[in-house]
């Protein structure tokens, strides 16, 4: 069973920083890219970074390019969101999601998601 498991959410000032985790099990993880996608208060669905399999390459969504840090360790089955400068318009429940391939597309979509964790910048 694929599981997706999201730590390391919660209120901090703007301005701040926080480091999100997803523990993935159930599926071989370094045979797949990673994604972050979020979902702000009363807004659909927005995806915002991704990982290829091996870390070789990663993508930022333009409105958090620069603040923004994705990384992922194979060997603990783990994938990692930095965020930095935080705004008040970046709270949102933040997922994590794995890819349908090794490599990320724009539209190669995703199959398995986590719960979330929720991310609330406000002073």
């Known amino acids: 069973e694929v599981q997706l498991v999201e730590s390391g959410g919660g209120l901090v000032q703007p301005g701040g920083s926080l480091r999100l985790s997803c523990a993935a099990s159930g599926f071989t993880f370094d045979d797949y890219a990673m994604s972050w996608v979020r979902q702000a208060p009363g807004k659909g669905l927005e995806w915002v970074s991704a990982?290829?399999?091996?870390?070789?390459?990663?993508y930022y969504t333009e409105s958090m390019k620069g603040r923004l840090t994705i990384s992922r360790d194979n060997a603990k089955n783990t994938l990692y969101l930095q965020m930095n400068s935080l705004l008040s318009e970046d709270t949102a429940v933040y997922y994590c999601?794995?890819?349908?391939?090794?490599?990320?597309?724009?539209?190669?979509?995703?199959?398995?998601w986590g719960k979330g964790t929720l991310v609330t910048v406000s002073s």
């Open positions: 990982i290829t399999w091996n870390a070789g390459s990663t």
């Open positions: 999601a794995k890819d349908l391939s090794a490599f990320y597309t724009s539209d190669g979509g995703m199959d398995y």
